[in-house]
Nanobody, 120 residues
C-alpha cells in the first residue's frame, strides 16, 4: 500500500527557508503530476507547485521565484524548497501524486500534511 510521508515543516522567521520532503513508501505507477498544496484555516486548498513526469514545473504566482519543486527518483522523494518565506505562507502543506491513465486506474495519493508557520 502506497503512503506518502511528509517532513520538514516547522516554525521559521520571515525571510528564512525550509525544505519539505515527501517520501513514497511504495511503488506508484504511471505518475502524471506531483505537487504540493497548502491550506490555511478558513481558506480553500491551493496548489502551490507541480512537477510533471517530463520535468515541467509550474507555480502559483505568489511563490514564483521563492519556491522550487524537485524530485529525487532514486529516493522516491519529492521536495519543496521554500526560500524568502513570508507570514502569508503559513499553512498546512500537503504532498500529492496523481497517477494512472490508459489501462492503469487513476489514483491520487496524499501526504499527511506538515505545518509551516512563518513568524513576522
Amino acid at each position: 500500500q502506497v503512503q506518502l510521508v511528509e517532513s520538514g515543516g516547522g516554525l521559521v522567521q520571515a525571510g528564512g527557508s525550509l525544505r519539505l520532503s515527501c517520501a513514497a513508501s511504495g511503488l506508484i505507477f504511471s505518475i502524471n503530476v506531483m505537487g504540493w498544496y497548502r491550506q490555511a484555516p478558513g481558506k480553500q486548498r491551493e496548489l502551490v507547485a507541480s512537477l510533471t513526469s517530463t520535468g515541467s514545473t509550474n507555480y502559483v504566482d505568489s511563490v514564483k521565484g521563492r519556491f522550487s519543486i524537485s524530485r529525487d527518483n532514486a529516493k522516491n522523494t519529492v521536495y519543496l524548497q521554500m526560500n524568502s518565506l513570508k507570514p502569508e505562507d503559513t499553512a498546512v502543506y500537503y504532498c500529492n501524486v496523481n497517477s494512472g491513465g490508459g489501462l492503469i486506474p487513476r489514483r491520487d495519493y496524499w501526504g499527511q500534511g506538515t505545518q509551516v508557520t512563518v513568524s513576522s
